[in-house]
């Protein structure tokens, strides 16, 4: 059986961190690497340098902020980028959404990658838009897979579900990615039936951070940090699960992002 290992990453520019992307590519060999925050329109994306190391790269994007892509050691199946549910709620917000969400299939596995809006304040629409992309993800979950299916859904989920996923919870708990509608709202994807997969290998374990923020003097070493990067499977994908972890080396590299790599490895 073959061992498939994917991680994701928020690169804050994938041109920044592209050289950093490379390094670990070739460290770590991953099956698939999930990226968010490429922050770069289609024509600009960096794809030949990532295509000269050996790997095959897919994107959907725009200029500034957003973006997603996929990397992987075999070529995607089945690739769709954004939401398929505007004719049917009217939102009109899929030209927004494109960005943010892209699926494809690898040795049999359905990955969901995406960056969740951040939400900016729980007081503005921007939340309730963060609210609503939640709840159109389940129901897209809904619509084209069941729980029975191998499906991996990751990414920068810009929710931390539980009290030892952040530093300081009494603190933060109005923050737009530690309020409890927020937490709600994730909850009812992993309701449709996924595991959270780093948890499974960790439970309970506190200090176990993704992000660290750029404005906090040595939040790494101090422990100011955030669970917000997450790697979720479907119950089947899950028991085959080996092991979980955070690079949290990676953080510590020269230019780096604000976010680190996640892994998981499965045995299929």
């Known amino acids: ?53 050996g790997y095959h790269v897919i994107f959907r994007g725009q200029k500034a902020y957003s973006g997603v892509a996929i990397i992987s050691k075999i070529a ?34 359905t990955v969901v990658n995406s960056y969740v809006p951040q939400g900016r304040d729980i007081a503005s629409e921007h939340f ?11 129901a897209l979950f809904e619509r084209h897979y069941t729980p029975d299916d191998l499906l991996v859904w990751v990414g920068d989920l810009n929710v931390a579900p539980e009290d030892i996923d952040v530093h300081d919870p009494k603190g933060l708990r109005e923050h ?23 948890r499974q290998h960790h439970p309970g374990e506190p200090q176990q951070f993704s992000y660290f923020d750029y404005r906090a003097n040595n939040p790494i070493e101090r422990g100011i940090g955030w669970r917000i990067d997450h790697i979720w499977a479907t119950a089947p994908l899950a028991a085959k699960s ?22 998981a490895e499965f045995v299929l």
């Open 1 to 53: 059986m073959p061992n498939f290992k994917i991680a994701t990453f928020n690169a804050n520019s994938i041109r920044s961190r592209l050289e950093q992307i490379l390094d670990w590519l070739a460290r770590e060999q991953p099956d698939v690497l999930c990226v968010q925050e490429t922050k770069v329109q289609d024509k600009d994306f960096p794809a030949q340098p990532i295509e000269d190391a």
């Open 128 to 138: 309730q838009y963060k609210l609503r992309w939640l709840a159109r993800l389940r």
């Open 242 to 263: 080996t092991c979980a972890w955070i690079d949290v080396e990676a953080r510590k590299a020269e230019r780096p992002s604000d976010h680190t790599f996640v892994v």
């Open 76 to 109: 995607p199946e089945h690739v769709v980028g954004g939401f398929d549910d505007v004719a049917k709620d009217g939102g009109g917000e899929e030209d927004t959404d494109a960005p943010r969400l892209l699926r494809a299939a690898y040795h049999g596995v």
């Open 176 to 198: 737009v990615d530690f309020h409890p509608d927020a937490q709600a709202a994730l909850e009812n994807v992993r309701q449709w039936g996924l595991v959270d997969v780093f």
